[in-house]
T-cell receptor
Framework: DAKTTQPPSMDCAEGRAANLPCNHSTISGNEYVYWYRQIHSQGPQYIIHGLKNNETNEMASLIITEDRKSSTLILPHATLRDTAVYYCIVHGGTSYGKLTFGQGTILTVHP | NAGVTQTPKFRILKIGQSMTLQCAQDMNHNYMYWYRQDPGMGLKLIYYSVGAGITDKGEVPNGYNVSRSTTEDFPLRLELAAPSQTSVYFC?????????????FGSGTRLTVV
């Protein structure tokens, strides 16, 4: 699986949009971009995934650049409960489901 | 629908003791995984299974063993506990492991070896 690079930490004001970037310049054509988050040592929670088109669900939006070398997770109206570690993972091909977690981005939402 | 259930939630072991971490899922998922997470670090894959009777090593398998006799259960065995195995252990499952399916994680087992 391709390696990802994320900023170690970010801050966001409550009610504002949180935009979390991820670089994955070595991504291959059959690899998806996944986002998970982990709140205070709970089990990671799946947020969203995409291949090349932008995706939106009830939790977030995922914007993938046209060359697929980077992506942005958007939490449109961040709340205090969104404070967590966010992991960007590139996965697919022959790795048979073995997610590789990096250090992630610690997002802190302030009142 | 319980999802992925891990037991126990907490455990303290003495060096050299053995224990089994239990993991069960009720979603009829074929793929199951064990991860460990050390303080301030990301998750590392210990073992995984693609179906009943089939298991394989992940990134950090030393000191652990697994079995998968049923689709639902995927226990992780520690034979001779060492302080280096102090960690939080997460079990996960998925239906289709290759593409397009999110993983469901359990709430974790916090293990301390003293």
């Amino acid at each position: 699986d391709a390696k990802t690079t994320q900023p170690p930490s970010m801050d966001c004001a409550e009610g504002r949009a949180a935009n979390l970037p991820c670089n994955h310049s070595t991504i291959s054509g059959n690899e998806y971009v996944y986002w998970y988050r982990q709140i205070h040592s709970q089990g990671p929670q799946y947020i969203i995934h995409g291949l090349k088109n932008n995706e939106t669900n009830e939790m977030a939006s995922l914007i993938i650049t046209e060359d697929r070398k980077s992506s942005t997770l958007i939490l449109p109206h961040a709340t205090l409960r969104d404070t967590a570690v966010y992991y960007c993972i590139v996965h697919g091909g022959t790795s048979y489901g073995k997610l590789t977690f990096g250090q992630g981005t610690i997002l802190t939402v302030h009142p | 629908n319980a999802g992925v259930t891990q037991t126990p939630k907490f455990r303290i072991l003495k060096i050299g003791q053995s224990m089994t971490l239990q993991c069960a899922q009720d979603m009829n998922h074929n793929y199951m995984y064990w991860y460990r997470q050390d303080p301030g670090m990301g998750l590392k894959l210990i073992y995984y299974s693609v179906g009943a009777g089939i298991t394989d090593k992940g990134e950090v398998p030393n000191g652990y063993n697994v079995s998968r006799s049923t689709t639902e259960d995927f226990p992780l065995r520690l034979e001779l506990a060492a302080p280096s195995q102090t960690s939080v252990y997460f079990c996960a499952s998925s239906y289709n492991a290759q593409i397009g399916q999110g993983y469901t994680f359990g709430s974790g087992t916090r293990l301390t070896v003293v």
